[in-house]
């Protein structure tokens, strides 16, 4: 009430809290089906049980909601959550030494728990502030991913155009794969700003109306290196973008650039993004060819699966560019 008093919190947000209060749902059918509200020791086992029923209500509304509102896989919820649960339950013994005192010593006794409350208010702050810096820098990441490829789209508008292309298409792979949302989160970068090296490539050679020569073609292969340097230079998140931008012309049998990766060496985002940019380069037309039908690009694809490309990346792949079609 306070903080809707003090506008901290929007008074809407109050009907969330009918949704987050079934943690406490669970354990108190559990003590009532079992007559186990007076607190004694040799009721332990109903405790235990008591703290399960609670998580258990707690996890099964929440995912259910995450998954129907956000579509979070569980399997994401369950590696976020954890850390939490384990937390709650080293509390539970706490709390039992406090309902033993209360009882067996008075209610008085009660009021100690109280400093404890204090500190856990304190952590709690503490953590609320590091939640909202990560969250700011998380924002800042992803403005600075898109400002990056706003500057390659103003610098060749092809290359711009082709990158959100392949964002698109790299996600619905990656979520057709089951990638957590670190590796989900990498490969909206990584396709994102996979071609942001070729700002340093010289503008004859990006533009040119033909095939390149070989000496073109090496100019053009440092492409992802030179990717990779400059988000080395943006530091956090984007330095574990730029490894996946450095592979992502690598090529499942080993023959791509620059380090000759073979098979699951290369990043399974690099992977994601390789078989995703070439699709999306054979549907569009260049300065030099024409767009090859989506029928043939696929019959490409399944004839490169287990050289140029990853076979279960492409076999992700066509369902969906067949079922746009």
Excluded at 162 to 169: A, F, K
Excluded at 176 to 197: W, Y
Excluded at 274 to 287: I, L, N, V
Excluded at 297 to 322: H, N, T, W
Aim: charged share 20%.
């Amino acid at each position: 009430m306070i903080d809707y008093a003090t506008g901290a919190t929007n008074v809407q947000r109050a009907y969330l809290v009918f949704g987050d209060s079934w943690h406490a749902v669970g354990p108190a059918l559990v003590l009532i089906i079992a007559g186990g509200q007076v607190f004694a020791w040799d009721n332990w086992p109903l405790y235990v049980a008591a703290l399960a029923a609670q998580l258990a209500f707690d996890f099964g509304i929440n995912a259910a909601r995450m998954w129907l509102i956000d579509g979070t896989p569980i399997r994401d919820q369950i590696r976020f959550i954890a850390p939490v649960y384990g937390f709650d339950a080293a509390l539970a013994p706490i709390g039992l030494l406090a309902a033993f005192a209360v009882v067996e010593v008075g209610p008085a006794t009660g009021l100690l728990v109280l400093p404890l409350a204090a500190v856990l208010a304190i952590l709690s702050g503490e953590r609320r502030a590091r939640v909202d810096q990560a969250l700011a820098l998380s924002e800042a990441y992803q403005g600075t991913a898109m400002l990056l490829g706003d500057v390659v789209e103003a610098d060749d508008a092809y290359t711009g155009s082709h990158s959100r292309g392949v964002v698109e298409l790299s996600l619905a792979v990656s979520d057709a794969l089951g990638l957590d949302s670190r590796q989900r989160r990498n490969v909206e970068f990584g396709a994102l700003l996979h071609d942001v090296g070729k700002i340093a490539v010289p503008k004859e050679i990006i533009n040119k109306a033909g095939p390149l020569d070989d000496e073109e073609w090496e100019v053009m292969r440092q492409h992802t290196i030179e990717g990779e340097r400059m988000l080395q230079r943006v530091g956090g998140v984007l330095t574990e973008v730029g490894r996946i931008v450095r592979a992502s012309h690598e090529e499942y049998d080993g023959s791509g650039y620059p380090d000759g990766l073979v098979g699951e060496e290369i990043p399974i985002e690099s992977r994601i993004v390789s078989c995703c940019d070439a699709f999306s380069a054979m549907t569009t037309t260049r300065s030099y060819r024409k767009a090859m039908p989506v029928s043939k690009a696929v019959e490409e694809l399944r004839a490169c699966a287990g050289s140029q490309f990853d076979p279960e990346v492409v076999a992700a792949l066509i369902p969906m560019v067949v079922e746009d079609r």
